[in-house]
């Protein structure tokens, strides 16, 4: 190998070849919007996360709703607290292992997210028509397929 090739494997990518920093940046272009919409609703990304999962799937043990929410345990059980104190889901005994909880949203949290599918639906309309629907559908095939991959 010469020098000159060994040079080039041990270089990073330029910062606009990085897969991390090319995801950061659209996640922050397409929570922009997202953003300005739960800001509005009062509730932060991460609620917004918790009550999507459990509006879509019904009630959960915490574990799974991390899973699905893409959120850290500690996390989580503080997001729960505050969720409960506003009446946007409830806690309650899991029916086989005391030593966990099933979480499920309440009709309140339901009428939150009903409150925002206009605008929810609007901004990622707005999405497909800048960038496409078959480029939207192909980059959320492969980001599943990414985040799949072991």
């Known amino acids: 190998m010469t020098a000159d ?5 041990n270089r ?54 991390a899973r699905q929410a893409c959120l850290l345990m500690p996390s989580l059980t503080r997001i729960i607290q505050g969720l409960e ?3 946007y889901c409830t806690r309650s005994p899991h029916p086989t292992d005391r030593r ?15 409150r925002n ?3 929810s639906t609007r901004i990622f309309a707005e999405l497909e028509a800048e960038f496409g629907k078959e480029r939207i559908e192909a980059l959320l095939d492969m980001l599943n397929d990414l985040s ?3």
């Not at 979480?103 to 009428?111: F, S």
Request: overall charge positive; charged content about 30%; aromatic content about 2%.
């Open 5 to 9: 090739a060994a040079d080039s494997k």
């Open 12 to 65: 990073m990518r330029a910062t606009s070849r990085s897969l991390p920093i090319a995801l950061l940046r659209a996640r922050d272009r397409v929570m922009g919007p997202i953003r300005a919409m739960l800001a509005d609703a009062g509730v932060t990304e991460q609620q917004w996360r918790v009550l999507r999962v459990l509006a879509e799937q019904g009630p959960a043990d915490a574990t799974e709703i």
């Open 85 to 87: 104190k506003r009446a």
């Open 100 to 114: 966990r909880f099933v979480i499920e949203i309440t009709g309140t949290g339901r009428e939150l997210i009903e």
């Open 117 to 119: 599918i206009p605008q």
């Open 148 to 150: 799949a991959a072991k």
